[in-house]
């Protein structure tokens, strides 16, 4: 199974600061078509998981564009480059290259 | 706009059975892969069950065997039938569309005596 591992666990932001999660996974997320299946995701408290991020860097729709994922192979990143109450929770990234599918750990994301 | 109504989450034995169903709306069912998420108290999302979009079923180790997942296309309705629950099948069960893109407000399943 692919292993995916996600640093920091907790990270506490400063509101209007930048913010970035790194997720590595134990085994390449390039597929044969050559996409590359990495998704991140976002819950907050209480609520349903939304997925923010697919294919390392495509944002999903109604996605405010100060999320962005990068990232090639093994190692990705997501990035929030200012930081609003709103984006507080927890954050997950995930692959779909080959069953079974898996998540991160997940990261804590609160203000100071 | 697309939307998933999950239902038939409550409180069951160890041991015993339970169903939860996936209304969905909102875009071409028949075509879309489907699948069940978990999540424990307090814990992180597993990907329990997968219904391919090319019709492949996987299911994750933990309830392979227990678990199985159907669809009626005709009724936009997907399935997850939970056998010989246990006690750490306790969750929130959410209903997904295709790779993540779309996911329901969650069902609880309690397995306690």
């Known amino acids: 199974d692919v292993v995916m591992t996600q640093s920091p666990l907790s990270l506490p932001v400063t509101l209007g600061q930048p913010a970035s999660i790194s997720c590595r996974s134990s085994?390449?997320?390039?597929?044969?078509?050559?996409?590359?299946?990495l998704n991140w995701f976002h819950q907050r408290p209480g609520q349903s998981p939304r997925r923010l991020i697919y294919?390392?860097?495509k944002r999903d729709s109604g996605v405010p564009d100060r999320f962005s994922g990068s990232g090639s192979g093994t190692d990705f990143t997501l990035r929030i480059s200012r930081v609003e109450a709103e984006d507080v929770g927890v954050y997950y990234c995930m692959h779909s290259i080959r069953w079974p599918w898996t998540f991160g750990q997940g990261t804590k994301v609160e203000i100071k | 706009e697309v939307q998933l109504l999950e239902s038939g989450g409550g409180l069951v034995q160890p041991g015993g059975s339970l169903r939860l169903s996936c209304v969905a709306s909102g875009f071409t069912f028949s075509i879309s892969g489907m699948s069940w998420v978990r999540q424990a108290p307090g814990k992180g999302l597993e990907w329990v069950s997968l219904?391919?979009?090319?019709?492949?079923?996987h299911y994750s180790d933990s309830v392979n065997g227990r678990f199985a997942i159907s669809r009626d296309n005709s009724k936009n309705t997907f399935y997850l039938q939970m056998n010989s629950l246990r006690a750490d099948d306790t969750a929130v069960y959410y209903c997904?569309?295709?790779?993540?893109?779309?996911w329901g407000q969650g069902t609880l399943v309690t397995v306690s005596s």
């Open positions: 219904f391919h979009d090319d019709g492949d079923i």
């Open positions: 294919k390392v860097s």
């Open positions: 997904v569309k295709d790779r993540g893109d779309s």
């Open positions: 085994q390449s997320l390039v597929y044969t078509d050559g996409d590359t299946y």
